[in-house]
């Protein structure tokens, strides 16, 4: 039943909180039985700990409940992620639970895409028509035709999906994220490719090229906790960003940049560094690879990082490049230099164009210069949770034979070297039916249509698949497109664990569990996939051995009860405690059996060991030489294979013509060192186009709530739209005024929005956010605002598969 939210407070005697925001009035969808309860009962309060599940983050939640009923929200004080921290939008979690448009039931589409055309079926009748089209698939030979794109699932989820579709039989098993694609430089560079956590609490100085991180980072709540002791602290922050990001506005220096040219400038901070000898020699000498020129086993004598960055990058030059003086480099690099423990990190605008592979390749060799690796106030690499390891599943020959197909998100012969999947190359080969036509589609959660630039060749893609299946809580751009939709569990009505967040600096599980019975027939997506195993039978149905997906999570974290090491989140036990005991052979807290150790984890909302294992140094850098590779050989190796693959080996020509598609202009040994790529705008277009993301939506998501709405752009007193950041100077060249209507045009295609004037943003640059301009989602987000990512050209960078976001280059004029 609909009802305004305000009405339903009532209830409770006025309750108020993260439920509620100013004069905003909206409606909400509450079922009979939950009403009847809010009417009638005894207003009993309680609280329970789960994690949120808007967003990637893991923050840690304590929901408010009387007579069992989610009032109200805030976080849990104990959690370590965010320590009682929360952004808007997990604070307002709980209008996404009632939201008015949430799925309800599984459901098959009637009518034409976005028609808005569903039919109601029963679980069984949906489960037994997508198992229908998967045995008989199978039993042909073509497991292989089925494929599965999730979003930024992790842990056992991710695990669990795996498996189905390892012993289902098929290779096909994606994330969209650009997750997978922003390890490629750390890969090329230590051999791996996990991303590093960033000691900030005990650096002195932290320089950031584009890491926007206390608004768009993996876990901005996390990081805003650590940014809050850095007047205790002493540390110096500077941001490296063409806009005036909520990062930068924190930060100690904020140094404009042009788009598309962090790599260039940190090259520059390495001259000064090698120039003056301010770099770490020892650990240059002693655990790098290709610094200084080297003669190779075939004679062949190869230049190394120092003297092409001595040759090429000295301050005037990346002045030109970059627009940052060269007395701001140099007094940076020599800041750098003499201030330790300093500490530098790349993300957003470094990786999000074309050239985003060499230029955070550059950026984080000056932790390679600085010696940062595995030091108090540098970076290092946090260890996995100690789960309960999955038994090997037994794989049958068709699932074997299926298993030996290539892959269909496999890029082709001269593009993306060095990763296994790019959004483009996935829409490409469904698109041209190559290796093979993919027959069956799984969705689960993200929104690839409305986030990617290829949005248009990706719609086509879906409509040309026979049966699309979406796993989701709402009908987004993306879903509606699915044949069959099977309707997931809100985060608050499932079990499942969020672990080992990106960049956070410790081990860490998160439990969500159940804080309220489903409201709608819903349920796990992984209590899903167990179902259509069961029903399939044989091999695929044996490699689930629990029957539920909540036992399978349970048995996971036996693991973690018999390791004996960390501590269950608990107020007052810190890392200097849980290190004492560990090293005793202590451990905080005794437990008689696994089961009180879950009800405790359950209760407290996770567990957590801030204590790492000490790494060897071939640990560390899993490369070739054991060492931290200024010259990649990985990346050296991969582009080999791929001019071997053209025919002659060697073949100057075959060699030429890769590069070129790698859109890599450099030559020689450069290639393969970090350097700075180029960007190929558009000539005839006078304005580099960024967009950002902002914490109450996030990748898009929040845009379905009505008060995200309202927050969207809380800072410039916009709501409910967007608008374009724009330097008064290039503003007025263009004779626009704040909070006019203006068009923002590319090769692409439009949009409309008001303009906003500021000295936050660099001249001759226009900033748009992301999260608006929805076509489906629910009643909140359909129909307000513009998306960016509709006029941005579908570009690439060619090496790790990242679309460029940053690659776009516009014209500007005021609206008629």
């Not at 698949?465 to 069959?484: C, G, K, M, Y």
């Not at 044989?538 to 029957?547: E, L, N």
């Not at 007052?572 to 984890?601: A, H």
């Given at each position: 039943m609909e009802i305004k939210r305000r009405d339903f407070l009532k209830f409770f005697g006025g309750v108020s909180g993260a439920v509620l925001f100013g004069n905003l009035d909206d409606v909400i969808a509450v079922p009979e039985e939950l009403l009847e309860r809010a009417k009638n009962g005894p207003k009993i309060e309680t609280w329970q700990n789960t994690i949120c599940g808007l967003c990637p983050a893991g923050c840690g939640l304590?929901?408010?409940?009387?007579?069992?009923?989610?009032?109200?929200?805030?976080?849990?004080?104990?959690?370590?992620?965010?320590?009682?921290?929360?952004?808007?939008?997990?604070?307002?979690?709980?209008?996404?639970?009632?939201?008015?448009?949430?799925?309800?039931?599984?459901?098959?589409?009637?009518?034409?895409?976005?028609?808005?055309?569903?039919?109601?079926?029963?679980?069984?009748?949906?489960?037994?028509?997508?198992?229908?089209?998967?045995?008989?698939?199978?039993?042909a030979g073509k497991a292989h035709e089925v494929a599965f794109l999730g979003n930024e699932e992790n842990g056992l989820m991710k695990e669990h999906i795996r498996r189905f579709m390892q012993v289902y039989g098929s290779p096909n098993y994606y994330q969209f994220s650009s997750a997978q694609n922003n390890t490629v430089p750390y890969s090329l560079l230590h051999?791996?490719?996990?991303?590093?956590?960033?000691?900030?609490?005990?650096?002195?100085?932290?320089?950031?090229?584009?890491?926007?991180?206390?608004?768009?980072?993996?876990?901005?709540?996390?990081?805003?906790?650590?940014?809050?002791?850095?007047?205790?602290?002493?540390?110096?922050?500077?941001?490296?960003?063409s806009r005036l990001s909520l990062t930068a506005g924190n930060a100690d220096q904020w140094i404009p940049i042009r788009p598309g040219t962090y790599g260039a400038l940190a090259l520059g901070l390495a001259y000064i560094l090698i120039r003056e000898e301010l770099y770490d020699k020892g650990f240059v000498r002693d655990h790098s690879f290709g610094f200084e020129d080297r003669v190779d086993s075939s004679g062949t004598r190869q230049v190394g990082f120092k003297n092409m960055v001595l040759g090429n990058y000295y301050p005037e030059k990346v002045e030109e490049l970059t627009g940052v003086p060269s007395s701001t480099i140099l007094r940076l690099g020599r800041e750098l230099g003499n201030t330790g423990p300093a500490l530098v990190m790349g993300d957003q605008?470094?990786?999000?164009?074309?050239?985003?592979?060499?230029?955070?390749?550059?950026?984080?060799s000056l932790n390679a210069l600085l010696g940062n690796f595995e030091k108090k106030g540098g970076l290092f690499f946090v260890d996995d949770p100690p789960f309960t390891k999955s038994g090997v599943a037994g794989i049958d020959a068709i699932a074997r034979a299926g298993l030996g197909q290539i892959p269909i998100g496999q890029p082709n012969a001269s593009t993306f070297p060095v990763t296994q999947f790019s959004i483009e190359s996935f829409t490409r080969n469904i698109l041209d039916g190559s290796p093979y036509p993919i027959s069956v589609l799984f969705l689960y959660g993200g929104n690839p249509l409305f986030q990617s630039p290829n949005h248009r060749e990706l719609a086509d893609a879906?409509?040309?698949?026979?049966?699309?299946?979406?796993?989701?809580?709402?009908?987004?751009?993306?879903?509606?497109?699915?044949?069959?939709?099977?309707?997931?569990?809100?985060?608050?009505?499932?079990?499942?664990?969020?672990?080992?967040?990106?960049?956070?600096?410790?081990?860490?599980?998160?439990?969500?569990?159940?804080?309220v019975s489903p409201l709608y027939d819903t349920k796990q997506s992984g209590d899903v996939?167990?179902?259509?195993?069961?029903?399939?039978?044989?091999?695929?149905?044996?490699?689930?051995?629990?029957?539920?997906?909540?036992h399978e999570l349970r048995n996971a974290l036996k693991g973690v009860y018999l390791s004996g090491t960390g501590s269950i989140?608990?107020?007052?036990?810190?890392?200097?405690?849980?290190?004492?005991?560990?090293?005793?052979?202590?451990?905080?807290?005794?437990?008689?059996?696994?089961?009180?150790?879950?009800?405790?984890?359950?209760?407290?909302?996770?567990?957590?060991?801030?204590?790492?294992k000490q790494k060897r140094w071939d640990q560390v850098f899993q490369t070739r030489s054991n060492r931290f590779e200024f010259f990649s050989q990985k990346?050296?190796?991969?582009?080999?294979?791929?001019?071997?693959?053209?025919?002659?080996?060697?073949?100057?020509?075959?060699?030429?013509?890769?590069?070129?598609?790698?859109?890599?202009?450099?030559?020689?040994?450069?290639?393969?060192?970090?350097?700075?790529?180029?960007?190929?705008?558009?000539?005839?277009?006078?304005?580099?186009?960024?967009?950002?993301?902002?914490?109450?939506?996030?990748?898009?998501?929040?845009?379905?709530?009505?008060?995200?709405?309202?927050?969207?752009?809380?800072?410039?007193?916009?709501?409910?739209?967007?608008?374009?950041?724009?330097?008064?100077?290039?503003?007025?060249?263009?004779?626009?005024?704040?909070?006019?209507?203006?068009?923002?045009?590319?090769?692409?295609?439009?949009?409309?929005?008001?303009?906003?004037?500021?000295?936050?943003?660099?001249?001759?640059?226009i900033a748009v956010p992301f999260g608006l301009g929805h076509t489906s989602m629910g009643r909140y987000a359909k129909g307000h605002g513009t998306n960016p990512n509709v006029i941005m050209k579908n570009l690439y960078d060619m090496v790790?598969?990242?679309?460029?976001?940053?690659?776009?280059?516009?014209?500007i004029s005021p609206a008629a």
């Open positions: 304590r929901v408010r409940l009387i007579d069992g009923i989610p009032v109200s929200i805030k976080g849990n004080p104990v959690y370590p992620v965010n320590r009682g921290g929360l952004c808007p939008l997990g604070l307002n979690a709980l209008h996404s639970l009632y939201h008015p448009d949430r799925l309800k039931g599984p459901m098959k589409r009637t009518g034409a895409i976005g028609s808005g055309k569903w039919d109601s079926m029963s679980w069984d009748e949906a489960l037994t028509m997508v198992k229908d089209r998967l045995l008989d698939l199978r039993n051999g791996h490719s996990t991303v590093p956590a960033y000691d900030i609490l005990n650096a002195r100085l932290v320089v950031s090229f584009g890491a926007n991180f206390l608004e768009e980072g993996y876990s901005p709540i996390y990081y805003t906790k650590l940014y809050s002791h850095h007047e205790e602290q002493r540390t110096r922050y500077v941001q490296i960003e605008g470094t990786v999000d164009n074309t050239n985003g592979t060499f230029a955070a390749m550059a950026v984080h879906l409509r040309k698949i026979p049966l699309v299946i979406s796993l989701d809580t709402l009908l987004n751009e993306t879903s509606e497109h699915a044949h069959i939709v099977l309707p997931d569990h809100h985060f608050m009505e499932r079990w499942d664990e969020v672990s080992n967040v990106g960049t956070v600096g410790f081990t860490h599980v998160g439990i969500q569990h159940p804080v996939f167990m179902n259509l195993a069961k029903r399939i039978g044989g091999s695929v149905a044996r490699a689930f051995q629990f029957d539920s997906y909540e989140v608990s107020e007052g036990v810190g890392t200097m405690w849980i290190q004492y005991l560990q090293q005793r052979g202590w451990q905080i807290g005794q437990y008689d059996s696994f089961d009180e150790f879950w009800d405790r984890l359950v209760k407290q909302g996770g567990w957590w060991n801030p204590i790492r990346l050296k190796e991969a582009i080999d294979t791929l001019v071997a693959q053209q025919g002659k080996t060697g073949s100057a020509q075959n060699r030429e013509r890769i590069l070129n598609e790698l859109n890599i202009s450099a030559r020689g040994d450069n290639v393969f060192l970090p350097h700075h790529e180029p960007v190929r705008y558009d000539p005839d277009m006078p304005l580099h186009l960024i967009t950002f993301r902002v914490l109450p939506v996030r990748d898009g998501q929040g845009a379905s709530l009505p008060m995200m709405q309202e927050m969207f752009g809380h800072a410039i007193h916009r709501h409910w739209e967007s608008w374009v950041e724009i330097h008064p100077e290039t503003a007025a060249s263009y004779r626009i005024t704040d909070g006019q209507w203006v068009l923002v045009q590319s090769t692409m295609g439009t949009i409309r929005a008001r303009a906003k004037t500021t000295e936050g943003i660099m001249p001759n640059v790790s598969g990242k679309p460029a976001l940053q690659a776009t280059k516009v014209k």
